[in-house]
């Protein structure tokens, strides 16, 4: 064993002799052995040791609890497995479950019997099972799929209906699993604080509702029903129980006697009552931090359930068992071994989506030993290659780790997720590496530690005209929550529909944004243009924005790039950048390919009607490069409820105004704690710059030509940074400690903590419910500038449609004058409406006057008055720049060392010059085949 597990042969024997000489002792395992090939084998082993040594069931060794409720036999008496298989792998079923390690074969393989429907109760498959990406392929191809969870994840986005449980505080809580492995016997019933809203069913009733559908009674049967049947079956046998509170009555009589609230309070009332210390839910409520039954006892003989009623050492299955793992011994190790690994401030992934609990050591990197590091050439990267995945990851040195051991934690994969905050910090999945067709042989279980694989520097595959790529970063502080880099066929969205042989086949690729559905509006387009036009067909693929220039690389070196694609704006000079296979530009400049046409296929050439505002912005070098697709800006929403009481007329929209409403909420004796609130968000900066008629970078802020130089220590950057200083210091500004805190601010303003919230464009509407909801008026208005100078510029979020260069005529023709449709009037009416996308062109500004749109939702306005505002040259409209994001999150980091540290704003401005420099430097070089290129290369954040 020694060989196998790194320990000196003497250690062991020590630690063999201290075991069976100490005068109490536990061996005692967790997950990490249950879930490894040979689990059952181990498990099994530890309980020979604790029995050898004589600490089964004795004070100071391994003790049974003696849990408060009636115990319930698990399974049959003695245990058994394998009463039935599997239909496919014929693997054996243990207390009644099957492997989820075969759940995708169950669901791929046609013939009686085949799984088409699934219910999935608070899972996340996706993250959380054996190979992962296959899982979640089979799922995409049920027929029905039910889930009963609070989160639209990785999993429950596949569902064709979601059932949301009330929150956690609106439910009663009483633990029936962990209280029977306490180290103390002990019990508490957790009452719920909130009640539950008017037609809102409880988690029981979700659960009996689909279980009396599923036999058959309709989804208006009433879920009491079930409630009663297990009721009953309890009750039954409570009343056969010699000694029981119950013994001699009849079943409706126990039932009489029981207290609670709901189905399961009074379930829970009757097994405390039948339980061994006679309690009950009344008496459990009057002891809120619940009831110390006191210490442990000896206990074997009450839960011993073997036919001989002795402990069985040496069952034959086990057995055979350890002759596998002697075989195993003997067999050539892997090169390198892969384990989970559970971190603090992480749940499964359930808690990926707290920002507060998004930093410090929860992060999705892989622990290797120096040793291995060092032998392995590795840098900031390594690609991770398993029997059934490959994935790209940060590494992160750790010397506790086992040499030929790699460590990932699990629950991650969040890439695409519609969680906000969870989306940010993706990281990659670890289970898309464990193979699904190894279980442990005994239980059935997934083997997801101890999975062989191979371990190397992560080079991605240039394009044939660039030379090698070298091991390195291109991001000096490389940032772990990059995008998994996946195989070379790059992923799609959906799948294609069939073409006929003569039709011209258009491959669009769009971003996915994490909102339910957000694609289907342009896929209702799609299907219009191709009705419109016979012989056009529009396949639409939908991807995670984050993911999508990663993607479009890969099938562009493969030759296989889309004909149109979108890029997020801050992500612009990743397109330009973008290279076919021959190593041109894979992108051509629109204006170039309309080449002056008034229209194309019958639809009206728009590119004249865009705001001037918005041309400009999507202008580099001269030319109209991209067309916009989904578009947004900066803006600001007021509480004119307090304003008005404050005695401020309306909306501020400079800096001063902003400064001198605050100052007057502040005066008022009832009013909010503070003035203002924002999103600590790099956004706004370029915002603020481009309204100063400020520049970002040389070269006319990236627009004649590539960006070289960035400055974040411009006497704009400055002026922005000491506002909100200013404000800071006044106690009117509103910081809540998170940055990039979308989600705080909203609630503070909706709380009426703050009167002034700075947002996207994309909040109105929840912004305007919010104050209604609350019960206060507000207006939405331009974002406050400077206002010793005229407003120059804007910032413009969202994505833009790009057009490959080289398409043949038909193909070529057909993708601009889709472009064309989705940008005329109706088509982005209709975007506007569903999405909240900003009105970009005349046309449909005029469209929706005339249906008296902006009468019925005049908070929509301000996006067209606050883009219409402009004064200064087309550089203003923002900078575009290699490494943005990376960029983006200097300035944040500095503007929080600012505002909380109280740091020198020149000194740390211009330590954030250089950080942000060091960024633009390493993205050139990889842009221009000089550097390195890794996953960060192609990573966007909004």
């Known amino acids: 064993m020694s060989a196998a597990t ?28 249950s879930t490894a090939d040979f689990g059952t084998l181990t498990q099994y082993l530890v309980d020979v040791l604790n029995t050898l040594t004589g600490n089964l069931d004795r004070p100071g060794g391994v003790m049974f609890t003696r849990p408060a409720t009636l115990e319930v036999p698990w399974g049959p008496r003695p245990f058994t497995s394998g009463r039935w298989h599997s239909r496919v792998r014929g693997l ?77 505080m609106q439910m009663p809580h009483y633990d029936l699993l962990l209280l029977t492995v306490t180290v103390r016997n002990y019990t508490r019933f957790s009452p719920p604080v909130l009640p539950l809203e008017p037609g809102q069913l409880s988690e029981a009733e979700i659960m009996a509702r689909l279980c009396l559908i599923a036999a058959g009674q309709g989804a208006d049967a009433d879920p009491a029903a079930v409630d009663e049947m297990v009721l009953g079956e309890l009750l039954g046998a409570g009343v056969q129980i010699p000694g029981s509170p119950f013994e001699g009555m009849e079943a409706a009589e126990a039932r009489a006697l029981l207290d609670g609230d709901s189905g399961p309070e009074l379930m829970l009332d009757a097994m405390l009552r039948l339980g061994p210390y006679g309690l009950s839910l009344a008496e459990l409520r009057k002891h809120p931090h619940g009831i110390d039954l006191g210490p442990l006892e000896p206990r074997l003989n009450e839960v011993l359930s073997t036919e001989s009623g002795l402990v069985r050492l040496a ?86 780790i086992m040499p030929g051991v790699v460590s990932l934690p699990h629950g991650w994969g969040h890439a695409g997720s519609a969680q906000r905050t969870a989306s940010l910090h993706p990281g990659v999945n670890a289970n898309a590496l464990t193979d699904d067709s190894v279980t442990d042989a005994l239980s059935g279980n997934a083997v997801f530690n101890g999975a062989p694989v191979t371990v190397a520097p992560a080079r991605l595959q240039p394009a044939p005209t660039r030379p090698p790529p070298r091991s390195g970063s291109c991001s000096r502080s490389s940032r772990p929550e990059a995008a998994p880099v996946l195989r070379s066929d790059p992923p799609t969205g959906g799948p294609m529909h069939p073409a006929p042989d003569d039709a011209v086949v258009i491959e669009a690729w769009l971003s996915e944004f994490p909102f339910p559905d957000f694609l289907e ?39 296989r790039a889309p004909a149109i694609a979108t890029y997020y704006a801050g992500a612009s000079q ?31 050439v728009v590119l004249d009607d865009f705001l001037p505002g918005v041309r400009e912005y999507y202008t580099v070098d001269g030319d109209f490069a991209t067309m916009p697709l989904t578009l947004s800006t900066m803006l600001l929403y007021a509480n004119t409820t307090v304003l008005r009481r404050a005695g401020v007329a309306a909306a501020p ?37 481009a309204q100063q008629g400020a520049l970002l970078t040389d070269a006319g802020n990236g627009r004649h030509g590539r960006a070289t130089r960035v ?49 996207s464009s994309f909040d109105a509407n929840y912004m305007v419910r919010a104050a209604a909801a609350a019960g206060f008026d507000i207006e939405v208005g331009v974002l406050p500038r400077n206002g010793a100078l005229p407003c120059a510029g804007n910032w413009i979020g969202g994505d833009s449609l790009w057009l490959a260069d080289g398409l043949d005529e038909a193909t070529r023709d057909g993708a601009l004058a889709f472009m064309q449709y989705l940008n005329s009037p109706r088509a982005a009416a209709a975007w506007h409406k569903a999405s909240g996308s900003a009105p970009a062109t005349y046309g449909c500004i005029a469209l929706l006057e005339e249906e008296g749109w902006f009468d019925a939702h005049p908070h929509h306005r301000a996006t067209s008055e606050q883009l219409e505002l402009r004064v200064g040259p087309p550089e203003a409209h923002g900078a575009v720049l290699g490494a943005f994001h990376a960029v983006q999150i200097v300035f944040m980091a500095a503007m929080e060392e600012i505002l909380t540290e109280g740091a020198d704003p020149d000194a740390r401005l211009a330590r954030a010059t250089a950080e942000a420099q060091g960024h633009l430097d390493a993205y050139n070089a990889y842009a221009l085949g000089t550097g390195p290129e890794t996953p960060d290369c192609l990573t966007v954040r909004i």
């Open 521 to 559: 509006p342009i896929r209702e387009r799609a299907r219009e243009f191709e009705k419109a036009h016979p012989g056009h067909q529009i396949n639409l693929r939908g991807f995670s924005y984050q993911e999508l220039p990663d993607a479009i690389a890969r099938a562009a070196a493969a030759g």
């Open 711 to 759: 400055d974040l220590a411009s006497d704009a950057v400055k002026a922005y940074v000491d506002w909100w200083r200013g404000l800071h210091r006044a106690g009117h500004y509103l910081h809540t400690g998170v940055q990039e805190d979308w989600a705080g601010t909203f609630r503070a303003f909706a709380d009426q903590e703050v009167a002034l919230r700075l947002s």
């Open 574 to 604: 990743l397109a330009r950048d973008a290279r076919a296979q021959d190593g041109s530009p894979l992108f051509v400049s629109v204006e170039k390919a309309v080449a002056g046409r008034t229209e194309i296929l019958g639809e009206a």
């Open 315 to 400: 069952p034959a299955e086990l057995g055979e068992e350890i002759g596998r793992l002697r075989e195993r011994l003997a067999a050539p190790a892997p090169p390198m071994v892969l384990i989970g690994r559970r971190q603090l401030r992480s749940n499964n992934s359930w808690l990926h989506n707290v920002p507060s609990l998004m930093g410090g050591s929860n992060r999705c990197t892989l622990h290797i030993h120096p040793d291995d590091l060092a032998r392995l050439g590795l840098d900031t990267h390594a690609r991770v290659v398993s029997a059934t995945g490959d994935l790209v990851v940060p590494v992160e040195p750790n010397d506790r």
């Open 92 to 168: 054996p079923e243990a207390l009644g479950e099957l492997p989820v390690a075969t759940l995708a074969d169950e669901m791929e393989t046609p013939g009686e019997g085949q799984v088409r429907a699934l219910i999935c109760v608070a899972g996340n498959l996706v993250l959380s099972a054996p190979n992962g990406p296959r899982l979640g392929r089979a799922l995409d191809g049920l027929d029905f799929m039910v889930c009963v969870d609070p989160y639209l994840n990785e999993t429950t986005r596949r569902a064709h209906v979601i059932l949301p449980p009330p929150r956690m």
């Open 6 to 33: 790194g320990v000196p042969a003497a250690t062991i024997v020590r630690l063999a002799r201290e075991l069976a000489s100490a005068p109490t002792a536990a061996v005692y395992t967790r997950m990490g052995t």
């Open 653 to 689: 929209r400079t800096w001063e105004e902003t400064t001198a409403a605050c100052e007057a909420v502040a005066r008022l004796a009832d009013g909010p704690p503070h003035g203002i609130a924002w999103p600590v968000d790099g956004k706004f900066l370029q915002h603020a710059v």
